[in-house]
């Protein structure tokens, strides 16, 4: 790295310090570099593309899913409270700075569980299914302040594709507990065939937690601190990666926010370098 790439990446990490010091609330964002730069750059092709393989996938996958019986977990949830995940319904910046990008970059937050809402009449695989609380509000705080890319563009998958849902009237309601605090081997292999699946159609991702870091690089956060992660899909396709910390973590001791924006810049950069 030359000097002025560092100069670029050090000015970078400070703004994005200082915004996870305003705790990535509210809607101030301070653009320092004041770029004004033409909106009229259209991805309506990629958009198209993207859109057709994101809904071949889902759909494929949500009917193995809806019909899954291979472990104990599946037998704690109705067919409905299962959720493959949020796929984007667009493709846009948050700001002007990145549409001088050629390629958007198809970036996947992977995490343990989720909690929905029980709507029926929701898309499944819309955000507007998630239960609005803090730990879905960090991740679309990251992807807009620090990717600088739109909540609704991004990938958001769960390895656990049994969920709990907002009304607790079913047995389900002990699910996350489960998840949080027992080892789940058996239920864990199963469900992470169909997050391979999944990462077939992603570029980059950002991986929350230890049991996924474990999982998945057969490594610890600790050791992947600072560090940019190969992850190779069954089909041979390279995603570049990092692994943090989950967000309830995060959310208890600012510390490791502040580690995680290290993985964070990493990626960053790697991103925009391979989107001009």
Do not use: W
């Not at 000015?11 to 004004?36: A, C, T």
């Not at 899913?65 to 067919?79: A, F, G, W």
């Not at 239920?187 to 391979?196: A, E, G, H, V």
């Amino acid at each position: 790295m030359d000097k002025n790439q560092h100069e670029q990446t050090i000015k970078e990490l400070n703004l994005i310090l200082m915004l996870y010091r305003q705790k990535l609330v509210g809607d101030k964002y301070i653009d320092l570099n004041k770029i004004d730069i033409s909106q009229n750059i259209q991805y309506n092709a990629i958009r198209n593309d993207a859109t057709r393989e994101n809904n071949q996938t889902s759909n494929n996958l949500e009917q193995k899913v809806s019909q899954c019986k291979l472990c104990s977990l599946s037998n704690m949830v109705k067919d409905t409270d299962r959720f493959c995940g949020v796929v984007p319904t667009k493709f846009e910046f948050v700001d002007n700075r990145n549409t001088t990008k050629k390629i958007f970059p198809k970036i996947a937050f992977i995490v343990e569980s989720l909690r929905i809402k029980s709507d029926k009449n929701i898309p499944n695989n819309t955000i507007e299914k998630l239960e609005y609380n803090k730990n879905n509000n960090m991740i679309f705080d990251i992807a807009q302040k620090v990717f600088f890319i739109k909540k609704e563009s991004i990938f958001l998958f769960p390895l656990f594709k049994c969920v709990d849902t907002d009304t607790n009237q079913y047995s389900n309601k002990d699910i996350n507990t489960q998840i949080q605090t027992q080892p789940l081997d058996t239920q864990r292999n199963i469900c992470i065939d169909y997050l391979y699946s999944q990462l077939e159609t992603i570029d980059y991702a950002i991986f929350f937690g230890e049991n996924i870091c474990v999982k998945l690089f057969e490594t610890t956060l600790q050791e992947t601190r600072g560090k940019l992660l190969d992850y190779y899909a069954p089909s041979g396709k390279k995603i570049i990666c990092v692994c943090v910390p989950d967000t309830m973590q995060m959310l208890i001791d600012s510390k490791l926010k502040k580690e995680a924006l290290i993985n964070f810049v990493l990626l960053k950069n790697v991103i925009d370098a391979n989107s001009c």
